[in-house]
C-alpha cells in the first residue's frame, strides 16, 4: 500500500486525532514564535539599555516591524490551532 493512500485511510479512520494533531503542531509552533519574538524584544532593550545608560530608548523601527510581523505570525497560528481544535469537536 503506498504511503500516501495509507496516511489517507488512517484519515479517515481518524479524523478527529489528525486534526488534534494538526492543532497541537501549529499550537506549538505559534507559541514558540510568540515567545522567542518577547525574548528578542526584551534582549534588543537591554542592549540598547547598556549602551545608552537608559531604559528609556526605543527600538529601531525594523525591528518593531519584525517584531510585530513574527508576533502577528504566531497569532495567526495560534488561531488556526484554535479553529482545527474546534473542528476536530465535530468529528
Known amino acids: 500500500m503506498p504511503l500516501f493512500q495509507a496516511a489517507w485511510v488512517f484519515y479517515l479512520n481518524n479524523a478527529a486525532l489528525v486534526l ?14 510568540i515567545l522567542a519574538t518577547q525574548l528578542r524584544t526584551l534582549r534588543a532593550r537591554r542592549l540598547l539599555s547598556s549602551d545608552a545608560g537608559t531604559l528609556e530608548e526605543e527600538l529601531p523601527l525594523a525591528s518593531r516591524k519584525t517584531s510585530r510581523l513574527f508576533s502577528l505570525v504566531g497569532c495567526l ?9 474546534v473542528a476536530s469537536a465535530q468529528f
Not at 23 to 31: D, E, I, K, T, V
Not at 77 to 85: H, I, P, V, Y
Open 20 to 33: 488534534n494533531s494538526l492543532a497541537l503542531f501549529y499550537g506549538l509552533c505559534g507559541s514558540w514564535l
Open 77 to 85: 497560528c495560534l488561531g488556526l490551532a484554535l479553529l482545527l481544535s
